[in-house]
């Protein structure tokens, strides 16, 4: 067993679930046991909802922490540990960019709901589809009126023009905020410096944890900060080359129970 590490933190999508958001739940269950005898802590860390992330783990959601939002909503279990807080006259550019390019389907992410605007690109299929990553996701008539904490914007782009908008919105909100993508037309903008290795870092120091002491899973573009601050750091074997570049080993993929065939072996479990 490994007790070197005292922190695992995973990716969800295309990392640690399978493709139809499932995973091997009693296997799971299992190897958290054994982590939590070795003193090891376990973190969802994922651009998605956090409503939504611990809505995976029905029951036990309070054992685990969360790094949501790529960073911008961290969780140490019942305790919220910080939220990012946008200013509204960088929300409001946001919004003002992205009205410009009417093929932009936008998601505005607070801290009590996510919002849908009505009317442009985004139809109640879309609404509909969101829906399955933020659990809490509210239509409005105008992003401008939204009366919330803001953490950040989730915008959606036709996929093989994912690197045109991503290097626009770098362009054109220089400062304001700072675009991650894990590809396929999703990108997430952030409040700078707020992404998922500033999340772990706040557990960490938290919690009293060195880097080295660290494991991390992930698949996309929103982990490399990840991977690079983790001692341990693992990209799937679905990831694209830039990301497994930035991790020291490769596991099997998502599909293939990755996550947890490594945990197994990091934890000596038999399986």
Sequence with gaps: MNYDIKMVAVDVDGTFVHSDHTYDAPRFQRILSRMKEAGCRFVVASGNQYYQLRDLFPGYSDELSFVAENGAFVKDGKELVFTADMPKSVVDAVIDVCREYPEISNVLCGVESAYCQRGGAVSQEFFDLTAVYY????????????????????????????????????????GKVEPATSGHGSIDLIVP????????????????????????????????????????????????EDVKAA???VCPSNEEDGVLVTLEKLFGLGY
């Design 247 to 249: 991790a020291k080993f």
């Design 193 to 240: 410096g707020c992404h998922k290795a500033s999340g772990l870092r706040r557990l960490t120091r938290r919690w009293g944890i060195l880097t080295e002491q660290c494991a991390a899973f992930g698949d996309g573009g929103n982990d490399i900060e990840m991977l690079n601050y983790c001692g341990y750091s693992y990209a799937m074997a679905n990831a694209p």
């Design 135 to 174: 659990h809490r996701l509210k239509w409005v008539d105008d992003f401008k009126e939204v009366k919330d904490q803001i953490l950040k914007f989730a915008p959606t782009v036709p996929e093989e023009k994912t690197y045109f908008y991503y290097d626009i919105f770098c362009e054109r909100l220089k």
